[in-house]
């Protein structure tokens, strides 16, 4: 068997990470016995500078119809962001309906949180963010630029559906696990889509009477993601407080470097995009010391994704394997100072 993968690594370190990554899947897979056929595309930020267009008109159309897209990371400091980003990742987000974020953020054994009093398996939480609409729906204007009565619209639209599909898969993912689901808002201040968003937890939940909810709003989440991160299970929230709770889930679990995404395409046959939840980090870009692992982390999910789930739980229990090895390379953002290669070299030697 071989999957059809469209390989996006972007700009910055994602160019890094998906390049260590890929022989590390490449492995997993052959060992599992099926094998990933990539076609690579070199869209980004470079493009964006060389052709003034982040990816090519259709673009989109040469995606569609792929087994997933595995994408590094796209942002660059000499473009606006809100020119890289829409027009290249968030258009293959919204136009593919991947409207589920599914974002999980573990503490492994041997990783030390900056909290104190946190060790392996204490936190295990997942966010399910909402993908395509929410906050980040494309919907507003600019007017009398320069002027002291300028005036900017950002509006954020929510949508039943789009809404009740994250709250379905958040609702299942909490009965798989036999745990909780903490209902994120700001319900009090946004009373019209926040509003609905209750109402919709509300709904779907009496169908799944074995699920506990617990609502919290964004802002005391946000504390509790730091005073209590253990008592977390199943998150869900909107697109831009998903976006924001799931750094802080990376960073109580030990680091940006470890914390893996999948963008599920809901509706319509489209396909699905796995990616770190980090950006392109000019600050450490081309020293050779971006941590793979998120996106190897990524490709487990995105194994899993394709049915794949044994390859999917090899690559974890490798990646959980070397994390628990107090001498096995790290980079620096797990405080030693081993390269990108190092670590991916020590993986493969664990599969
Ligand atoms: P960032 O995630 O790129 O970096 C934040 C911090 O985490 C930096 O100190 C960085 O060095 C560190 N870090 C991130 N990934 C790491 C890794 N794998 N190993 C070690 N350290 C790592 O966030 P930012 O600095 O806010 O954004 C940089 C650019 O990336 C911006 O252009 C932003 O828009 C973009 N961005 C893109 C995505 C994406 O493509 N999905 C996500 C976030 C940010
Ligand atoms: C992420 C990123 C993106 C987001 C940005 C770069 C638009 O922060 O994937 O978490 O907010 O979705
Ligand atoms: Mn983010």
């Known amino acids: 068997m071989a999957y059809d993968i469209a390989l996006i690594p972007g700009d910055g370190i ?11 899947l490449d492995a ?3 060992d599992a016995g099926f094998s990933l056929d990539y076609e690579r595309f070199d869209w980004g930020s470079e493009r964006y500078l060389d052709e003034g267009s982040m990816m090519p008109d259709d673009g989109i159309d040469r995606l569609r119809g792929r087994d997933a897209i595995l994408l590094g ?3 660059h400091p000499d473009i606006p962001d809100h020119v890289t980003l ?3 990742m968030l258009p293959i987000r919204k ?3 991947q409207q589920v974020c599914e974002r999980p953020a573990v503490l492994y054994d041997g990783v030390e949180s900056p909290l104190r009093g946190y060790g392996g398996g204490d936190i295990d939480l997942v966010v399910f963010r909402e993908n395509t609409e929410g906050e980040y729906a494309d919907v507003g204007g600019r007017e009398h630029r320069g002027f002291d009565h300028e005036v900017a619209i950002q509006s954020a639209v929510f949508t039943r559906q789009g809404t009740e599909d994250v709250v379905r898969a958040a609702f299942e993912a909490a009965t798989e696990r036999g745990g909780k689901l903490t ?3 700001k319900s009090n201040a946004q009373a019209y889509g926040m509003v609905l968003w209750d109402d919709v937890v509300a709904e779907v939940g009496e169908e799944y009477p074995d699920v506990e909810v617990e ?4 802002d005391a989440a946000s504390m509790d993601f730091v005073r209590r991160p253990d008592e977390f299970d199943v998150v869900v929230a909107s697109n831009l407080f998903g976006d924001i709770l799931t750094d802080l889930g990376a960073i109580v679990t030990g680091s940006m470097g470890l914390a893996p995404s999948a963008n599920v395409n809901v509706e319509g046959d489209y396909p699905s995009m796995f990616e770190p939840v980090h950006g392109s980090a000019p600050d450490i870009v081309g020293q050779g010391v971006a941590n793979p692992l998120a996106t190897v982390l990524s490709g487990a999910m995105l194994f899993d994704h394709l049915g794949e789930g044994v390859a999917g739980e090899r690559l974890e229990s490798a990646v959980a394997d070397q994390l628990a090895d107090a001498d096995a390379p790290r980079t620096p953002d797990l405080g030693v100072d081993a390269g990108t290669e190092a670590v991916v070299d020590d993986l493969r030697g664990r599969l």
């Open 215 to 218: 609502r919290l709003l964004v």
């Open 73 to 75: 990371a796209v942002g």
């Open 14 to 24: 994602g160019q890094e990470v998906v390049a260590a990554a890929r022989p590390v």
């Open 86 to 88: 829409r027009g290249l």
């Open 183 to 185: 209902n994120v808002t």
């Open 95 to 97: 136009r593919f309906n």
């Open 28 to 30: 997993a897979a052959a």
